[in-house]
Nanobody
Framework: QVQLVESGGGLVQVGGSLRLSCSIS????????TGWFRQAPGKEREFVAG???????YYAESVKGRFTISRDMAKNTVYLQMDSLSPEDTAVYYC?????????????????WGRGTQVTVSS
């Protein structure tokens, strides 16, 4: 059973940066399609970025040019580098994996989820 642990969240000022990590363990595959989602209070969970098993990368329009997703195979970790943060980026960030993906931006496409890490951007 795949287990995911997010880390790297915290409090940052407007314009600052954070790097989130998603550590993946327990699965039978060497590589998974991995997505980052976020959920702000009172809002639906939304797709942020994803990387497929073939290393194709997708971003939500709201984060293009500011966020970068990457994978370190040796560490079984997927990262989300977040730059030029704004208060609108404040949310709990979750990573999720799937052994097969149809719609990257759809949360129900993913099979395993982490517990999330809080990102707060203060003005």
């Amino acid at each position: 059973q795949v287990q995911l642990v997010e880390s790297g969240g915290g409090l940052v000022q407007v314009g600052g940066s954070l790097r989130l990590s998603c550590s993946i363990s327990g699965g039978t595959r060497s590589k998974y399609t991995t997505g980052w989602f976020r959920q702000a209070p009172g809002k639906e969970r939304e797709f942020v970025a994803g990387i497929t098993m073939s290393d194709y990368i997708y971003y939500a329009e709201s984060v293009k040019g500011r966020f970068t997703i990457s994978r370190d195979m040796a560490k079984n970790t997927v990262y989300l580098q977040m730059d030029s943060l704004s208060p609108e980026d404040t949310a709990v960030y979750y990573c999720a994996t799937a052994s097969q993906i149809i719609h990257m931006a759809v949360a129900t496409s993913y099979e395993a989820w982490g517990r999330g890490t809080q990102v707060t951007v203060s003005s």
